[in-house]
Structure formats: structure tokens, C-alpha cells
DNA sequence: TTGTACGCGTTATCAT
DNA sequence: ATGATAACGCGTACAA
């Protein structure tokens, strides 16, 4: 591997030049340039990266911690990140934690020893130690998509989930539905609690009683969700739409209403969040939240690259809530 | 930040002894390495991994390089990597080249500037300069998923895509198809050249004339392939079989049948290629040729390790094809 | 404008 | 068993 000191040998000056010239110092007279440019492309000369980073104390490189990449809302999260990162030169080291907080313990020391310009975290846990430990730290980070119970002075980048959902039961109150139900996440992600909330928010402000049997716990798989509509099929009283947490949930909760013989939306109405990409084929055509993942992501490392380059000021953190959209389609039967 | 020599003042011992503790040398008096032990886990002191990969150079971190990760495909294969690197404590930069060859370099260059170990290749083309420079360089690297037009002391994992497409055209024409259409994909990935192939050879060993018309251009993406679906419903005599090359341009394609009113599968079979999640819904059922991409990007991360760590003979390449698997559900009409 | 010399944090070699 | 020291490749303060 050639270094700087051939160059300079090759070139007939001095390490410092080559470096002056790299760095594209002022300071060097045009010939001794051309000359010292034309060796390092003679020798296809590759600057050190790990040498260069332990002098600058920089290594343009950030650590984007997530759940998974098999979740297709992840997967584009990832596309995110790693687009813009590479556009402000910055790469992405990916670590997966499988919402599991000692995992994500374990990445966060790796990340820290391999010295990374910032921390990008797209699935924190409600209370998630680790992490907050981190931020204690001081290293430049941000959380997006899920945030903490509480969260003073923590920058983060989210959608408002909750209005999400209000959004959603909403727009089928308004269509005439007063029997509603909710296929609940997980409730330690921030996420699926603020769908919640949106659901029993928007019940009240209509004045419809909330019917504990309506809210079902749906889990984080599909195989949850599946179960959770065959419970609501089995009540005395069947809802007459069903929101669900997810988008994943709601083709879940399809095939069960499928499988009974329940037809959508003509039987029963179904809305999901999140919007992807099969939510809109003719043969689902799911009403659903949109919520703009790849922008969220985009501001997240856009932020992030803004601390790490101190065109931030400390001073007040960033948060940032983003609104989603209704997406209106053939399973809801309201159009 | 706490450095070795820190922590070698305050436990009066010299920065080599701390190093040796570090690395669990066994020439240390048990006392001094309890008394190191506790002042690293006292001032909670981290190695520095950059100087680590200077000194060693080695840095424990792969580069992944794929076209993107909005493709569920390639999201999985992200997925497997990462999982097995970190089992064996290595870490993943991950670059998305979006199937051009000159970004593809770029992230070449910068991953070689950051001295990863080694290479991964999700999405190479038949002809990619900049990849083969790269191994020309002897730098460890697999290729895996799609390779080379040619492919002498390469290392590559890959599926038999050939056998895929024929599996999937045979076992139509054992069902009684003789007229099987088939929408390509972008003929410089080795996957669709090959998947065209299998095609190919199974109407030539079934004895079944090849019609020009049948063989349509999807291109790469959803829309191409609706539009060539209309292109095959515009014939005189419409085929009684589709294949498409992957999954998400046979969902387009059941879009267009959706469309022109043909039911799939009473008046038009259809099969696909990857299995990807959607395809067992109950609302798609699609058949299709099933790939292991967790298995196959697993064996190449595993591969890849055993280069770097030379725990592979370098004479003979690793050179590995798996086999793919069919999957009957409805949209065959077979069953 | 250019060169010399040092330090970033670690590990390996050599000596004790 | 332990310590002193050089080396990895680079950037920079200082000197010239």
C-alpha cells in the first residue's frame, strides 16, 4: 500500500507537501501540485482513512441502529439514511437490533470504539437505557421514527402517530361506522402507544363509548394480528370496521376475514398505517396512514450531519413532528 | 476520551502490560491483571479501534454492496449479512449502487480508504470494470446472487436461476401449457439472463416450438411489466401461461389480468420468481420459484470471513450454486 | 512556499 | 512477568 512518504520521495518533497496537497492547502506553488497530483495518480494512491481519523478525530462514518431490514418500512429507513449520508460523504454502519436493548448495548460500545461521528437511531424502546446513557455522553445523535417516555432536550425526527390513527377513525366515524375496532402493536414501542392514543382520542371527541372488547392485542407479527381478528369475529356484536396498527396487520386481518367469508369492505370496513408498497394493488387496495419514511429519515441524517458539523447549536435540541396523510382506498368502502 | 496509557499510570504498570491484559495475553501476573481489570472498568475505557486497525490491520468490517434496499429481495440479504458478520464480530458498512457501475466504484474506493477486510457483492453486472480491478487487487471478496459473463477464479454463491425457470416452465407444460409466455427482466443481471434461459431450454426439451411473440420485455421494474402483460394480452392467441421474472412484476402482472377481466388462474396461469412475502396471501397465491436469499447470503458472508481470516486455501475458489425450489399455489391453476 | 518533527492510540519486539 | 520503544500513516505547529 503506497503511502504519503513514497509520494513524497517520488515526487521530491516533503510528506507535508503531499499531505498540503490532498487537503487542498493554498499554500503550494501550482508546479510542485501538478507535479505531486500526477505521482499520486501514478501510484493510484489511496489516503488512509483509520490514520487520517485518528489525527482529525473524525471518520465521517455514523452507526444507524434499526430493528430489522426484513420489515420493508425499515428497509427504505436504511435507503434513506445511507443515500443522503453518501451524498454528505458520510457512510453507514448498519447494526440490527432486533428491539432488543442488550443488543443494542453491545452495538453502541462497538460503534463508540470504532469511533463513529454520530449515532442514528430509528427503534428505541420506551425506556431504553442504553441509549440514553449514550446521549449522556454527549456524541452526536438523533432519534427518529420512535422516541422515549419522556423527552427533554433529546433530538428526534417523528411522524404523529396519534394523528394518525385519530385521522383514520375519523374519517370512518364520519362515513357513519360507531363500532369500531383496533388491532393493538406492541405498547413499549412509542409508535403503536401513540396509535392507541389516537384511537381513543378520536372516539371521545365524537362522543362514542370505548368498548374495551374492541381493542385487541395484535403483537408485532402478522400471526398475532390473524389471531386478534378471529377474536373480534367471534363477539356477540361484530365491529364494523377494524383499524390496525400496521399495514402487515391489516393483510394479516384480511386473510382472517377472508377466511370466514367476510367480505371487504362490503361485510366490514379495514384501514392500516404506514402505506407500503402492496398496500396499493388492485387486489388489496388497503385504506391506510401514509406516513413519509423516506423524508423522515432524510431530516433525521440530515440532522444528524448538521450536530456532527456544529452547524447546530447545542442550545435546543431538534424535535421535529412530521403529519401523515389518509390514503384513502377501496377498503374502507367509503369512496 | 481514556487511553491505555491512562489507565497504565493510574494502575502503575506500563501501557505494554495494560495492551497484554486488553488482548488476554497469558504472560501476566494474575494480581496486575485484576488490578488493571478494575481501573479499565472504573474509568470505563474503551480501545481505540482505529489505532487497533492501524497497528493490526485489520479492522473487523466488511463492505455490503447492493442496488438498494427498497427491494424486499435485497432488504433480506442486508438482513443475513448483518446477522452473521456481527456473530463473528465484524461490522458492515453498507453501499447502495443502484445497479450503476460508476457509483459502484466510487464506494469501491472509498471502502478501500477505510481498510475493510473484505468485499461482499450483492449485485454485480455481467460486465463491471470496477469490480473486477478490485479483485484483481487481491483483496477478499464474494460474489453473490448475480455474477460475471465470466467467472474463472471468482468466488461466488449463487442460486440456479436457470433450473429455477425451468422447473417453473416444466412442471406448466407437464400441466398441459403449450403456450407459456414469459416477461423478461434487464438481460446484464446474470439472474434474469439465466432465468430466460431455464425458459428457453425447457420448450427445447419438451419439444415446444419458441414463439418470438411470447417473450416479452418487463424491464425492471412494476410498470414495465403491467405494460408487457397488455403487450401479450394483445395477441391473437393468448398464451395460457405466464412466468415473470420475479415476484413483483408477476403481482403487476396479475394487476393487468385483474384489469382485461381474466381471472387467474381459470383463464391464465401465472407464476413468479423469489417468493417473496406477499406471494402466500390469500388474496395472490402466487406459485412461484422459491430462492434461499438468507441461506445464500449467509454461506458468502461465512465464505468471506474464511478469506479474510485465511482459514481458505487461496488456490481453489469458492464457487457454490444452490438449488432453487418450487412453490405450487393457486395461480399455476395445477392444484 | 516548503521541510522537520511530533503526536494521535495501539501492539509487537526486544530487553530486563 | 514487565517495561521501553518503534512503528502503523497522517496532519500540523513551527521553523526556515
Same mark, same amino acid.
Given at each position: 500500500? %503506497? ?22 492547502? =493554498?499554500?503550494?506553488?501550482?508546479? %510542485? $501540485? ?9 501510484? +493510484?494512491? &489511496? ?7 485518528? $489525527? ?15 420489515? =420493508? *418500512? ?35 460500545? @462497538?460503534?463508540? &470504539? ?14 431504553? =437505557? ?13 432519534? *427518529?421514527? $420512535?422516541? *422515549? ?15 394518525? %390513527? ?16 383496533? @388491532?393493538?402493536?406492541?405498547? +413499549?414501542?412509542?409508535?403503536?402507544? &401513540? ?15 370505548? /368498548? ?13 394480528? *390473524? ?5 373480534? !369475529?367471534?363477539?356477540?356484536? !361484530? ?21 370466514? +367469508?367476510?367480505?371487504? =369492505?362490503?361485510?366490514?370496513?379495514? #384501514?392500516?398505517?404506514? /402505506?407500503? /408498497? ?7 387496495? !388497503? ?7 423516506? !423524508? #423522515?429519515?432524510?431530516?433525521? %441524517? ?22 401523515? &396523510? ?10
Amino acid at each position: 500500500m %503506497t503511502t504519503i512518504k513514497e509520494i513524497a520521495k517520488i515526487a521530491h518533497v516533503s510528506g507535508a507537501t503531499v499531505s498540503r496537497v490532498i487537503n487542498n492547502s =493554498p499554500h503550494v506553488k501550482d508546479e %510542485t $501540485r501538478k507535479k505531486v497530483l500526477e505521482t499520486i495518480e501514478k501510484l +493510484n494512491y &489511496q489516503p488512509n482513512s483509520l490514520a487520517r481519523g485518528m $489525527r482529525l478525530k473524525k471518520t465521517n462514518t455514523i452507526g444507524l441502529l434499526l430493528a430489522n431490514t426484513t420489515n =420493508p *418500512f425499515y428497509a427504505e429507513i436504511a435507503q434513506a439514511v445511507v443515500d443522503i449520508a453518501s451524498k454528505y460523504n458520510y457512510t453507514v454502519i448498519l447494526c440490527i437490533t432486533n428491539n432488543d436493548s442488550q443488543i443494542q448495548k453491545k452495538h453502541i460500545k @462497538i460503534l463508540q &470504539q470504532k469511533k463513529v461521528d454520530g449515532f442514528l437511531f430509528a427503534s428505541v424502546l420506551l425506556k431504553d =437505557p442504553p441509549v440514553r446513557e449514550l446521549i449522556e455522553t454527549g456524541a452526536p445523535n438523533v432519534l *427518529f421514527n $420512535r422516541i *422515549f417516555s419522556s423527552n427533554e432536550n433529546i433530538n428526534y425526527v417523528v411522524q404523529d402517530n396519534e394523528l394518525g %390513527t385519530y385521522m383514520a377513525v375519523e374519517h370512518l366515524i364520519k362515513n357513519g361506522h360507531k363500532r369500531i375496532a383496533f @388491532i393493538n402493536g406492541y405498547l +413499549n414501542f412509542s409508535t403503536f402507544k &401513540q396509535r392507541l392514543n389516537g384511537y381513543l382520542k378520536a372516539l371521545k371527541e365524537y362522543n362514542i363509548n370505548y /368498548d374495551k372488547e374492541l381493542v385487541v392485542a395484535g403483537g408485532n407479527n402478522e400471526e398475532k394480528a *390473524f389471531e386478534a381478528t378471529q377474536k373480534l !369475529l367471534s363477539l356477540e356484536q !361484530l365491529p364494523t370496521a377494524i383499524v390496525c396498527s400496521n399495514d402487515s396487520m391489516a393483510l394479516s386481518s384480511l386473510e382472517a376475514l377472508n377466511l370466514s +367469508n367476510l367480505k371487504v =369492505p362490503e361485510d366490514i370496513s379495514l #384501514m392500516g398505517f404506514h /402505506d407500503i /408498497d402492496i398496500a396499493k394493488h388492485k387486489l388489496i387496495q !388497503l385504506s391506510t396512514v401514509s406516513i413519509n419514511k423516506y !423524508l #423522515m429519515a432524510e431530516i433525521a %441524517t440530515k440532522s444528524l450531519i448538521q450536530i456532527i458539523e456544529g452547524d447546530h447549536s447545542e442550545a435546543t435540541p431538534i424535535q421535529i413532528v412530521l403529519k401523515p &396523510q389518509l390514503i384513502i382506498r377501496k377498503s374502507c368502502g367509503c369512496c
